[in-house]
């Protein structure tokens, strides 16, 4: 069911954000009452500083860290209302290398012990990987969707 959802406001995303674009990113989150899938997506530069393949022992530990930072940093890169204590964990992420650009895309399961409906989500995206300015949100929780740009840390999505 997450999939089926997911793969629909990711395509209206792609449609209405328009793909590879630097600085920009895009984020899926549904939910089925205490569980959730959250799918992110963005161009390698804003994840790890550049898109041609790593060949360097440099370019290689750049990208390490970027990539680890997908799984380390993103219960502070999406903060849901603390009444929900959701847990997120990084479920799968992959590079898609193709010619001079790349895109990372990561997905997470999200558990919580209260469904989130009707509380909030706080994104600092941002605040972990500065490259990116721009995040398209798409929001699927119960009867709630929501589509909202996340242009700095600390902006808020009711899941109202």
């Not at 994840?47 to 860290?65: P, Q």
């Amino acid at each position: 069911m997450f999939k089926v959802l997911l793969f629909s406001i990711m395509a209206m995303a792609a449609r209405e954000h328009g793909a590879h674009t630097h600085g920009n990113a895009t984020m899926s989150v549904a939910f089925d009452g205490k569980n959730g899938k959250i799918e992110f997506h963005a161009p390698a530069q804003g994840i790890y500083g550049f898109e041609y393949a790593a060949k360097s022992a440099k370019d290689k530990a750049n990208k390490e860290a970027g990539l680890k930072k997908l799984n380390d940093k993103i219960n502070d890169m999406v903060v849901f209302d603390a009444e929900s204590k959701c847990e997120i964990k990084l479920d799968l992420y992959e590079v898609d290398q193709k010619d001079a650009h790349a895109d990372v895309n990561a997905e997470y399961n999200v558990t919580c012990a209260r469904p989130p409906a009707g509380t909030s989500v706080t994104f600092n995206i941002q605040k972990v990987f500065s490259r990116i300015k721009t995040v398209k949100v798409d929001v699927l929780i119960g009867d709630v969707q929501k589509s909202q740009e996340i242009k700095k840390s600390g902006e808020v999505v009711e899941l109202k």
